[in-house]
């Protein structure tokens, strides 16, 4: 079955780096597109970053662009975000998703911005 398993979030300060990152399995991940999904406290949950599925082709979020990056690792089945200059507003629980079918979610992995 399809299982996706985020990792990497945790508490930093505003200015700070974190890099989250997502092992998938139960598909072929090499052939579908994968996108960063979050949600904070009260809000619905917002795409932040997507990307094709040869590595190419990615879209962000209007409010993170210039600051994350997201990438993957087809050989290890991973798709990771680097998200550079965090701003208290990007708190949230951050998931990873197959872009083109959202029927399976990871249990998420929360993402803490405060000084």
């Known amino acids: 079955q399809v299982q996706l398993v985020e990792s990497g979030g945790g508490l930093v300060q505003p200015g700070g780096s974190l890099r989250l990152s997502c092992a998938a399995s139960g598909f072929t991940f090499s052939s579908v597109a994968m996108s960063w999904y979050r949600q904070a406290p009260g809000k619905e949950r917002e795409l932040v970053a997507a990307?094709?599925?040869?590595?190419?082709?990615?879209i962000y979020a209007d409010s993170v662009k210039g600051r994350f990056t997201i990438s993957r690792d087809n050989a290890k089945n991973t798709v990771s975000l680097q998200m550079n200059s965090l701003k208290p507003e990007d708190t949230a629980v951050y998931y990873c998703?197959?872009?083109?079918?959202?029927?399976?979610w990871g249990q998420g992995t929360q993402v803490t911005v405060s000084s």
């Open positions: 998703t197959r872009r083109y079918n959202t029927n399976v």
């Open positions: 990307i094709g599925s040869t590595g190419a082709n990615m």
